[in-house]
């Protein structure tokens, strides 16, 4: 171990190729990544500024495409400036950083995700008692708790990778800094406290599914009793999409990470690890906006207001 080098900067594999190939790789991320950027931004906008989606709903929902923006974010920009520019190293820093960002984002997603089946089944179950048990203070301590234990987690799991020794090999086989994969080529004899804390992070991530489920199983069975299938509609259409960002966050996310720790990534690896950083973010304002009413109105106020005469004046000014 004396003899051996201490690293400094990794290298990031991802997805190597000719140069042409790496240059449509950064063409496809950018325009993902602006889409990402378009989509959440204007959701956000939306729900902060018409007063009618000042709803718990939509207070989850801001805070979901905050976090969306934060992940695809950690990672997309890197990814681009290193295919564009053919240079694969990230800075020690720059790893940690990715590393804490990745999985304090994705753990808060998780955990609002979850929060929202909560609201959901609250809105749908306990339609009379629903603003008081959804009040605005339970709201702001729902999102902050999912906040602070994200940071928790992350700050857990990133102290624990970082505090195993980096020596000569530093060639990480993935786009980006991944746990699994900075664990396959640590130097350290003993992984087995960081391989825990992901076995229990997977824990944790099915007991979040499972109270999803629970939720959703609640929530059906009250809708299949209401009367009229106008009402039933309604209902489906404040659920579906919510429990649709579900499958899509986890699914991604179970296919990318359930597999044996230290086995070598493959090319099919390295696209579902892309779908896991990339897809919820991107697709999560098509699922919430395009196919809700309330915010294809509220895009339609924004719009007036913003063509209004007394801001084309100002901008002609």
Known sequence: M????????????GFAGPRKLQILQAGVFIVIYLAALMGNGLIITITSLDPCLHTPMYFFLRNLSLFDICLISAVVPKTIVNSLTNSNCISHLGCVTQVFLVT?????????????SIDRYAAICHPLHYEVIMNRGTCVQMASLSCLSGGLMSMIHTVGTFSLSYCEFNEIQQFFCDIPQLLAIS??????????LILINAVIDI?????????YTYIFSTVRKIPSTEGQSKAYS???PHLSVVVLFLSTAFAAYLKPILASVSFTDLILSAFYI??????????????NKAMKVGLGKLTIKFFSKENLIFLQT
């Open 187 to 196: 130097c350290s004899e003993n992984i087995t406290a960081e391989i825990v």
């Open 104 to 116: 304090f984002s994705a753990a808060t997603e998780l955990l609002l995700l979850t929060m929202m």
């Open 278 to 291: 990339m897809l919820p973010p991107s697709l999560n304002p098509i699922i919430y906006g395009l196919r």
């Open 207 to 215: 007991c979040c599914f499972i109270c999803i489920i629970i939720s």
């Open 2 to 13: 004396n003899n051996m080098s201490v690293v400094t900067e990794f290298v990031l594999m």
């Open 238 to 240: 404040t659920c579906i």
